[in-house]
């Protein structure tokens, strides 16, 4: 018997998955972490950007040694960009694409209460102290992953969650 999404392509599934997935992908984002300390994150996140479809990575004020378990071989798929600042990170962004902090703040939007831009270039702290309040004001917008303590929670990880959410987004 012929699954019902192969005689309709408006039914729920992969199928509809993949074609509301593309219909859906405009714009583009990146990724930039603030002073990243471990190359284990770098690299984890760089892989969920590949992962995500993201445009870019990048880091401000690098801390680490180059990542060497590099699996899916990214470096080939998604360039990583290295900023003295965030003033030369804006510098550099694209007209029209905000820099979106991502950060524990009072200021936050909470994740869930968030529409993602069709362009933008998300900014996440470092591991062990976040984004400082100077930088923070530069940030077009805050947000933060509600969880149920307010900890810190590490970079990739969170990366990687707000990944999953523009991706959601994307597929509504």
Not at 98 to 121: R, T
Request: charged share 20%.
């Amino acid at each position: 018997m012929a699954d019902d999404r192969d005689r309709n392509p408006s039914a729920t599934g992969p199928v509809a998955t993949k074609r509301s997935m593309r219909a859906s992908q405009r714009g583009y984002y990146g990724l930039v972490c603030w002073r990243p300390k471990h190359e284990t994150n770098v690299g984890t996140l760089w892989r969920s950007a590949f992962l995500y479809d993201a445009a870019f990575i990048g880091t401000i004020g690098r801390r680490y040694e180059k990542q060497a378990s590099d699996t899916p071989n990214t470096a080939q798929r998604i360039p990583m960009n290295h900023y003295e600042d965030v003033d030369d990170l804006k510098k550099h962004l694209p007209h029209g694409c905000p820099l979106i902090g991502v950060e524990l703040s009072e200021n936050a939007v909470p994740l869930n209460k968030f529409w993602h831009p069709p362009n933008a270039c998300y900014l996440l702290g470092a591991e062990d102290y976040g984004l400082p309040n100077s930088v923070l004001a530069k940030c077009h917008k805050v947000v933060q992953i509600p969880a149920a303590r307010e900890w810190s929670m590490n970079v990739a990880t969170a990366g990687a969650i707000l990944l999953y959410d523009r991706f959601a987004q994307r597929l509504q």
